[in-house]
């Protein structure tokens, strides 16, 4: 049998796992940070229709430069925004895949406060782009000082700067954004994957773009939008920042079905956002039990809860598969992962949990 030893691999990408948390389909899945409500029945229905109008078109490529979802993504995120300064792909993953096409690869260098987001060094690899993890403060917070330092230190082209941050949900204030971006000759982009989760009036770094040409945010609508299963990323930068991207995207990289869908769901953003005031409950409800518990979670500004102080992680994640509940065991030593679900998931998870304290916290 063939095995990838006997094929010819590139060197960096010899001995490289695939991104993959488990994709186990249990009554409880809280280990990839989806929201877990199911989507407002208005939204299915206009996403139906809006789909089966799209079919009969498909024997034609979708348009290119998807002008129209653009211009709904620009009207969405507000901040004077104009489809010009708009991208999108499949994924949050493949925009930044995209970013790093267009301004990494060999020679160059992608930096990043860790622990943070898996898929960075990933996407690194992938494009040849030197990974530069820099270490986050115990608490997980980015110095501002420190930041600079860093960024000094290491002169990279590219920053990814994850804020909220996955996997702790820690915050950060856009003055540390700022700093980065004055410090850096390169690109950075920040991460807001998360941002819809934060609390309420926490300002985006959409506020920065204006005058920083090359500064970028990206977002997603696979998160608070509960739309993980289309494939929806989404950046915001300079014209020029776009046309960059331009350059690496595949043709027709964006298929009329997805465009389509985002686009009607886009229509429906305020029921398709609808969720978010409660997950942010549940989320702060498991960190104050956890806490109780004897646990030690971190303070979060996301969909998800990052808990320390876990004897033994693996034995926890078996345990809590065993009763048919899966989160996230993600490396970080005697730290677990669980994302805030509906009010039902939270509580058999946190019953789950009680149980287990005794022994595990
Ligand atoms: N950024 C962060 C910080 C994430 O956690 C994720 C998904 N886990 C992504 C980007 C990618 O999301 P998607 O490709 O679904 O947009």
Not at 64 to 72: G, I, K, P, V, Y
Request: glycine share 8%; charged share 20%; net charge negative.
């Amino acid at each position: 049998m063939t095995t990838l030893d006997d094929l010819p691999l590139r060197d960096e990408l010899v001995g490289q796992q695939p991104y993959g948390a488990p994709q186990l389909h249990v009554p409880v899945e809280l280990n990839v940070n989806e929201n877990t409500h199911g989507l407002p029945p208005a939204a299915v229905e206009d996403i139906a229709r809006s789909l089966a109008d799209v079919v009969r078109g498909l024997n034609r490529y979708p348009d290119r430069e998807f002008t129209e979802l653009r211009e709904a993504l620009a009207a969405y995120l507000g901040h004077g925004l104009t489809a010009d300064r708009m991208w999108a792909a499949n994924g949050s993953n493949e925009v930044l895949q995209q970013v790093l096409q267009a301004f990494g690869g060999p020679g160059r260098t992608l930096l990043s406060f860790t622990p943070t987001y898996s898929m960075y060094p990933l996407l690194a690899a992938g494009t040849q782009t030197g990974w530069i993890p820099v270490p986050r403060a115990d608490d997980f917070t980015v110095d501002p000082d420190a930041a600079v330092r860093a960024v000094r230190e290491h002169d990279p082209d590219l920053i990814f700067l994850c804020r909220p941050n996955n996997p702790t949900g820690t915050g950060m204030p856009l003055e540390v954004v700022e700093a980065v971006v004055d410090a850096c000759r390169g690109v950075v982009v920040v991460d807001e994957a998360y941002q819809e989760f934060s609390d309420p009036g926490t300002a985006s770094a959409l506020e920065l773009l204006d005058g920083r040409p090359r500064l970028a945010v990206s977002r997603t609508m696979s998160k608070a939008f509960a739309f993980a299963g289309v494939r929806l990323g989404y950046l915001a930068a300079d014209p020029a920042f776009v046309d960059a991207l331009r350059l690496v995207r595949l043709p027709y990289h964006l298929s009329a079905l997805t465009q389509a869908a985002a686009l009607a769901a886009l229509r429906h953003s305020d029921e398709m956002l609808a969720n978010v005031d409660r997950i942010r409950g549940q989320r702060d409800r498991i960190a104050a039990r956890l806490g109780e518990l004897g646990f030690d979670p971190h303070p979060s500004q996301s969909n998800f809860v990052c808990f320390g102080g876990v004897r033994d992680t693996t034995a926890v994640f078996d345990r809590l598969l065993g009763q048919g509940i899966i989160i996230r065991d993600n490396g970080i030593p005697h730290t677990m992962r669980v994302t805030a679900g509906t009010e039902t998931e939270t509580t058999a998870f946190l019953r789950a949990m009680a149980e287990l304290a005794p022994e595990q916290a």
